[in-house]
């Protein structure tokens, strides 16, 4: 199965940056784009940000101008750049494919997803 994996969490002072990269272990993406999402505490998961194939990306209107998502096909690695944190960034961030993303291992075995594949997260704290 295909497990998507976060990392570059952490805790910073408001107005600094951090990346996250999301990653599948073992895994080569088809032609799958990504979103990210984050939840808090006691709340539902909010959509973030999202990067199409083509490169084409979309934001919530909270982070526009503050995030950037970027896709590095050579190591088939998702980014997540944010800058200028707020307080109100606090979260869990996840990285989740789009349904029907196909995942290849080196052997040529297929995951095909309905759901998507998604991550366990990664924990950002932003302190003022």
């Known amino acids: 199965q295909v497990q998507l994996v976060e990392s570059g969490g952490g805790s910073v002072q408001a107005g600094g940056s951090l990346r996250l990269s999301c990653t599948a272990p073992?895994?080569?993406?088809?032609?799958?784009?990504m979103d990210w999402y984050r939840q808090t505490e006691g709340e539902g998961r909010d959509w973030v940000a999202s990067?199409?194939?083509?490169?084409?990306?979309t934001y919530a209107d909270s982070v526009k101008g503050r995030f950037t998502a970027t896709h590095d096909k050579t190591q088939d690695t998702m980014y997540l750049q944010m800058t200028s944190l707020k307080p109100e960034d606090t979260a869990m961030y996840s990285c989740a494919t789009p349904r029907r993303c196909t995942y290849c291992n080196a052997d040529g075995v297929c995951h095909l997803s309905a759901a998507g594949f998604w991550g366990r997260g990664t924990k950002v704290t932003v302190s003022s």
């Open positions: 073992g895994f080569t993406s088809k032609n799958c784009g």
């Open positions: 990067i199409r194939p083509d490169g084409t990306t």
